[in-house]
């Protein structure tokens, strides 16, 4: 009886594994290199469509184009390519929330670095720790990375889009990379009914009292702007030009755009939170929230099979035990004035998403791991 496929490391616990007794999955058995094909022309349409929107959006405004910087990698190298390579003037947008020293060095570094303008914004610290303790308090079945950071989100895309507005800025970047973020909430660009018509706002946390009215600001919604309003499109170039994870890590430190190899890592990067709700997700779907997206990684030849084995395996261990990079589980938990039996299941998945409904898989480019290659190991513990 197989409990992952041998040839993706997905677990049968994963919806849609559905194991053959050979222990091939079913996505592995489904798999075809037509597939890939059809990934490189879509990849190539979106890519001339990126092309011409960063020729076209210079001079209009103060801005061509406002940046999503959290101070990984990729956004790192998105704002180099962006200031260097196509000569545009830049505004970096940074929400400073839960962002570990490491990554602040990055952004420090980087920003002098390439000498943009930089906003810096804080959210009130509460404010967060109110619905993300809600949240993981009322965790549906898709667990606490999918509850807690798609509603997380939500804010930073809401705050993009307000302050693009403002500024009159025609572009909003992202340095999502392919495999990010969902598909059903974005590919290669936010679909323009979502900025222009859709009211984010979470009602119903309104109406539980999670949220105040004072706080209906801090929710996109279109219908507050004045008719003829002109919104920003918003784009995620990497799923538009080639993506090579590897080359990406090389490349910022080649550039002195961070300080080595260790800051360039995704997972230590991440926002400390994270391993929370990763432990969390570990303990309740009974696999490591990431597997899916690496599993595929892996299916499409783009990693090594033993070193994400081996990976995963000291991932999983330091968050089940909580220490070394796990030790951010207790401290989350602290803050948070959370205990480890808090973390379950209370709310059923929203019918709009449950399993009959969901759309076919889209087309996807190879997504991005949270876990780096075996080599960073060393830096971990
Ligand atoms: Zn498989």
Redesign the pocket.
Known sequence: MYKR?P????SAKVPGADLASDG??R??REFHTGRLEEQEAYRGKCEEDLEHALATCSGRGEYDCLVSFSGGKDSVFLLHKLVKEYGLKVLAYTSNFDIPQRTWKNIRQTTRLLDVDHIVYTPPQEFYRRFIRHLLLNQDARGAVHTVCYFWLDLREGDLLRLAVEKEIPLVLSGYSPGQPDPKRMLYEMSQERICEEDWTPHDMFTDGIFRESERHRFWNPKRYPCGTQFPRFLAPFHAWPYDQSEVMRRVVELGLVPNRIHANPMLSNFSLNWLLMYSDLRNLGYNPYLPEF?QLI?EGKASLAKWRAMEALVNFMIRKRIFMGRHVNKALKWLDLSLDDLSFSKPIPKSVAPERQPPEPLSFPPIPTYEKITDIEFLV
């Open positions: 496929c040839k993706c490391l997905l091939t999955c996505p592995c599993a299916r």
